[in-house]
C-alpha cells in the first residue's frame, strides 16, 4: 500500500514536467524556424521618428530649448 501511494504520488508530480518538456521540444525543435524567423524580421524592421516639436521658449522669447537632429 505504501509502495502505492509513492509511485502515484511520483507519478502526479512527475506529469507536469513531462508537459514542461513536450511544450519545450515544440517550440525549440519543432516550430523553431518559424520563430527564428520572426525574429529576425523583427529586428531588421524601419522604425520612422516622430518629427520635430519645436522650441521652448520663456515669456520674453528667449529660446530655453531646442529640438535638433541626431542620426
Known sequence: MYRLRILILA???????????????QLQVLEGARYRE???????????L??????????????LARDERSF
Do not use: Y
Open 11 to 25: 507519478g502526479l508530480l512527475l506529469l507536469p514536467v513531462l508537459g514542461i518538456e513536450a511544450r519545450l521540444f
Open 38 to 48: 520572426e525574429s529576425e524580421r523583427k529586428v531588421t524592421t524601419i522604425e520612422i
Open 50 to 63: 516622430p518629427s520635430m516639436r519645436g522650441r521652448i521658449v520663456d515669456r520674453n522669447g528667449v529660446v
